[in-house]
C-alpha cells in the first residue's frame, strides 16, 4: 500500500544544479527511507533517517524530516547525469514493513 | 559480497507454461522478499520470508508460489499466469524481517503471452 505522496511527480533540471524532492506521509513511522531506481543499478538503498533525526548528510544527498508535518525532503547537490533515476520515498513503521511513495521521476539534462 | 542476484534477467512465458525466478543473496540475511513492480509504479510487496519461514503472504494469487530452499536462495514458480502478470519482479533481502534497510537484485523482467 502506498503511504503518501512525493512532489513533484517528475523534475527536469541542468547538470550541476541542485535536485529537491519532496514526500509526504500519513502515519506515524520509525524511519523514513529513500531508495534510487535507474536502468543501469536497479533499485538501491541511498539515506535512511530515524523519527528522533532532523537532519542527515550523506556524500552530495540532505535529507531532512519534519515529523509534525509529516514530511520530509531530499536535496541533490552538483547533480550528474548519473543521478538520472526514480527517487522513492518510503517509509517504515512499528509493523516493521516498507511503504512505498509513488516516486519522482528525475532527468539530469547534459 | 553486499549483492543479491536474480535470473533470469528477462523471461517471457506463455499462459500455459511453467517457469522458476530465482534469487541468492550471500550476506548472511535471514529476510528475503519478492516484489511485483509495474511500469512507473513503485514496488509492492508479494512474500516475506523470514528463517526461511513464510512469514507474510500479501494475498497473492496461488499461480505464484513461493519457495525458500535455504537461507540463501529463493524462488518463485509461475503457473497458468495471466498477461496482467507482466511486470519486474524484484527480489530482496535483509539481516532480519524488521531491519531497516533492504537490498534489492536488478530483477527479473516478465512478459506472459
Known amino acids: 500500500s502506498q503511504q503518501g505522496e512525493e512532489d513533484p511527480q517528475a523534475l527536469s533540471i541542468q547538470e550541476g544544479e541542485n535536485a529537491t524532492m519532496n514526500c509526504s506521509y500519513k502515519?506515524?513511522?520509525?524511519?523514513l527511507q529513500w531508495y534510487r531506481q535507474n536502468s543501469g543499478r536497479g533499485l538501491v538503498h541511498l539515506i535512511l533517517?530515524?523519527?528522533n533525526e532532523r537532519e542527515k548528510h550523506s556524500g552530495r544527498l540532505r535529507v531532512t524530516l519534519d515529523t509534525s508535518k509529516k514530511s520530509s525532503s531530499l536535496l541533490i547537490t552538483a547533480s550528474r547525469a548519473a543521478d538520472t533515476a526514480s527517487y522513492f520515498c518510503?517509509?517504515?513503521?512499528?509493523?516493521?514493513?516498507?511503504?512505498w511513495g509513488a516516486g519522482t521521476k528525475l532527468i539530469i539534462k547534459p | 559480497d553486499t549483492e543479491v542476484t536474480q535470473t533470469p534477467k528477462h523471461l517471457v512465458m506463455g499462459m500455459t507454461n511453467k517457469k522458476s525466478l530465482k534469487c541468492e543473496q550471500h550476506?548472511?540475511?535471514?529476510?528475503m522478499y519478492w516484489y511485483k513492480q509495474k511500469a512507473k509504479k513503485p514496488p509492492e510487496l508479494m512474500f516475506v520470508?523470514?528463517?526461511?519461514?513464510?512469514?507474510i503472504n500479501e494475498s497473492v494469487p496461488s499461480r505464484f508460489s513461493p519457495e525458500c530452499p535455504n537461507s540463501s536462495l529463493l524462488n518463485l514458480h509461475l503457473h497458468a499466469l495471466q498477461p496482467e502478470d507482466s511486470a519486474l519482479y524484484l527480489c530482496?533481502?535483509?539481516?532480519?524481517?524488521?531491519?531497516?534497510?533492504?537490498?534489492f537484485g536488478p530483477g527479473t523482467r516478465l512478459t506472459v503471452l
Open positions: 530482496a533481502s535483509s539481516q532480519g524481517e524488521g531491519s531497516d534497510t533492504q537490498y
Open positions: 550476506m548472511g540475511h535471514r529476510a
Open positions: 520470508y523470514s528463517y526461511e519461514k513464510l512469514s
Open positions: 502515519t506515524s513511522i520509525n524511519n
Open positions: 533517517i530515524r523519527s
Open positions: 518510503v517509509t517504515q513503521g512499528s509493523n516493521y514493513q516498507l511503504i
